[in-house]
């Protein structure tokens, strides 16, 4: 069965950092690049960060990249999202999924970025 959970998420003043997790299903995660995607309402979803199998290459937008830090560990099948210095900007649904993406979505975990 495919499970994705994604929680961390919260309110943030600008310039604020939060730690977001994503649990999914060993059979989806032990053996697929993972990543995190966003999504505004009314936008369509973007890509945030990825990382591979063995967690040693990441990729991130433009955007986001010197800010967020993408990890996983494999023994837990959970990956993470480090974000620092949080913006207006970054406020979104934030979610978990294979790199590309299945067509299984998890609920998400939002993000609110305000003063």
């Known amino acids: 069965q495919v499970q994705l959970v994604e929680s961390g998420g919260g309110f943030v003043q600008p310039g604020g950092s939060l730690r977001l997790s994503c649990v999914a299903s060993g059979s989806l995660f032990r053996n697929a690049v993972m990543g995190w995607y966003r999504q505004v309402p009314g936008k369509s979803r973007e890509f945030v960060a990825t990382i591979n199998m063995g967690g040693g290459i990441t990729n991130y937008a433009d955007s986001v990249k010197g800010r967020f830090t993408i990890s996983r560990d494999n023994a837990k099948n959970t990956m993470y999202l480090q974000m620092n210095n949080l913006q207006p900007e970054d406020t979104a649904v934030y979610y978990c999924?294979?790199?590309?993406?299945?067509?299984?979505w998890g609920k998400g975990t939002l993000v609110t970025v305000s003063s």
């Open positions: 999924n294979r790199f590309p993406t299945m067509n299984y």
